[in-house]
């Protein structure tokens, strides 16, 4: 069980993976004095049986652990988990790291020395689009041409196939283009509604999702893509086929 903080509602868990003891103290006293529950972790063993126990609703994690690469860490997470958000936090800037992480399926990267302030905003911004919506006349499914996305599995079919499992930040991304399909939605949108802000790094993570997402969609083909790149402005979502976008209206 989550306990309570102090209005009441349950708190959200943070696991926090580093090798550097000193750090996860001082990353557990930040996100505790958030209102949320801190679950520490030293390596990825321990980080993978607080995953399975303490049920967190966002990871915090090192590419650089002693034992093991962050790297592979990143992937057995997704592998078990496919829906709790990733915030890798790192002094690995390069852009190959960046990309490879993001690539694994991390949400975020954020590179030390770090904000505290930033680094909080973040993992807020994670822990709520990782939270269940409630309601009982909510929503369950959208359908865009050939796209049915289950909101509640966050599971895609596409022609009727075989569901295809969306990792947290590719289920938001298609989300927002299929609640907007067929029109452009501006790269500023996509950020704050996927990511919860609008920055460098938020769209380095859109640009390495929309690659993800192309590659389950065996969506390759530069000149008819379904998930359109619109250069400075933004993506576009193409819910009807080009010759019937050409049809004249009767």
């Given at each position: 069980m989550h306990k309570e903080n102090n209005g009441?509602?349950?708190?959200s868990r943070v696991l926090i993976?580093?090798?550097?003891?000193?750090?996860?103290?001082?990353?557990?006293?930040?996100?505790?004095q958030a209102g949320f529950i801190p679950v520490r972790a030293g390596d990825p063993t321990q980080a993978l049986e607080a995953l399975e126990?303490?049920?967190?609703?966002v990871a915090v994690i090192d590419l650089n652990l002693s034992s093991s690469s962050g790297f592979d860490l990143i992937t057995e997470i997704r592998r078990r988990n496919p829906k709790i958000p990733i915030i890798v936090l790192t002094a690995r800037g390069s852009e190959s790291d960046k990309v490879r992480a993001l690539d694994l399926g991390a949400d975020d990267y954020v590179i030390k020395p770090f904000a505290h302030r930033e680094l909080i905003a973040r993992i807020r911004a994670q822990a709520r689009r990782a939270e269940p919506q409630h309601g009982g006349a909510s929503q369950t499914a959208l359908d865009?041409?050939?796209?049915?996305?289950?909101?509640?599995?966050?599971?895609?079919?596409?022609?009727?196939?075989?569901?295809?499992?969306?990792?947290g930040t590719e289920f938001r991304l298609l989300e927002c283009l299929m609640r907007n399909a067929d029109s452009v939605v501006g790269t500023e949108i996509v950020a704050r509604y996927v990511w919860g802000y609008n920055d460098p790094p938020a769209r380095e993570a859109m640009r390495v999702t929309v690659y993800r997402l192309r590659r389950k969609l065996s969506d390759d083909d530069s000149g008819s893509r379904m998930i359109e790149t619109i250069p400075g402005v933004g993506l576009r979502l193409r819910a009807m086929q080009p010759e019937q976008a050409s049809e004249p209206s009767l």
């Amino acid at each position: 069980m989550h306990k309570e903080n102090n209005g009441g509602a349950h708190a959200s868990r943070v696991l926090i993976v580093d090798d550097e003891r000193d750090l996860v103290d001082l990353l557990a006293f930040l996100v505790e004095q958030a209102g949320f529950i801190p679950v520490r972790a030293g390596d990825p063993t321990q980080a993978l049986e607080a995953l399975e126990t303490a049920d967190p609703s966002v990871a915090v994690i090192d590419l650089n652990l002693s034992s093991s690469s962050g790297f592979d860490l990143i992937t057995e997470i997704r592998r078990r988990n496919p829906k709790i958000p990733i915030i890798v936090l790192t002094a690995r800037g390069s852009e190959s790291d960046k990309v490879r992480a993001l690539d694994l399926g991390a949400d975020d990267y954020v590179i030390k020395p770090f904000a505290h302030r930033e680094l909080i905003a973040r993992i807020r911004a994670q822990a709520r689009r990782a939270e269940p919506q409630h309601g009982g006349a909510s929503q369950t499914a959208l359908d865009a041409g050939a796209f049915h996305l289950d909101l509640q599995q966050r599971t895609l079919h596409v022609n009727g196939g075989q569901p295809l499992r969306l990792t947290g930040t590719e289920f938001r991304l298609l989300e927002c283009l299929m609640r907007n399909a067929d029109s452009v939605v501006g790269t500023e949108i996509v950020a704050r509604y996927v990511w919860g802000y609008n920055d460098p790094p938020a769209r380095e993570a859109m640009r390495v999702t929309v690659y993800r997402l192309r590659r389950k969609l065996s969506d390759d083909d530069s000149g008819s893509r379904m998930i359109e790149t619109i250069p400075g402005v933004g993506l576009r979502l193409r819910a009807m086929q080009p010759e019937q976008a050409s049809e004249p209206s009767l």
